[in-house]
């Protein structure tokens, strides 16, 4: 089993940035490629970015390309998403996710998830 918790979401003006922060406990963090995800209010929840267990390689949704950076840091547990040049259309519950193996961008490939942190872009 695998714990995380979300930090980092609130309200910020278009244009600006935020960092999220995904702390997990439990087996080794190590183990697993990592993951962010994003729910619209009346939407699907959809990928935005996925890190492998080094940090080497990275992944990201077109939407965020160029905008949004996902790193990790094995030694403190804790995987981030760095958020710049936020547009309204951003706005949206930030989840953290975790898998043990694979790659890629589906939801239900994904083993354990977090509780998720709000994320409000106004413009």
């Known amino acids: 089993q695998v714990q995380l918790v979300e930090s980092g979401g609130g309200l910020v003006q278009a244009g600006g940035s935020l960092r999220l922060s995904c702390a997990a406990s439990?087996?080794?963090?190590?183990?697993?490629?990592m993951g962010w995800f994003r729910q619209a209010p009346g939407k699907e929840r959809d990928f935005v970015a996925t890190i492998s267990r080094t940090g080497g390689s990275t992944y990201y949704a077109d939407s965020v390309k160029g905008r949004f950076t996902i790193s990790r840091d094995n030694a403190k547990n804790t995987v981030f998403l760095q958020m710049n040049s936020l547009k309204p259309e951003d706005t949206a519950v930030y989840y953290c996710?975790?898998?043990?193996?694979?790659?890629?961008?589906?939801?239900?490939?994904?083993?354990?998830w977090g509780q998720g942190t709000q994320v409000t872009v106004s413009s």
């Open positions: 996710a975790a898998r043990s193996t694979g790659w890629g961008t589906v939801e239900d490939d994904y083993d354990y």
């Open positions: 439990g087996r080794p963090f190590r183990g697993y490629i």
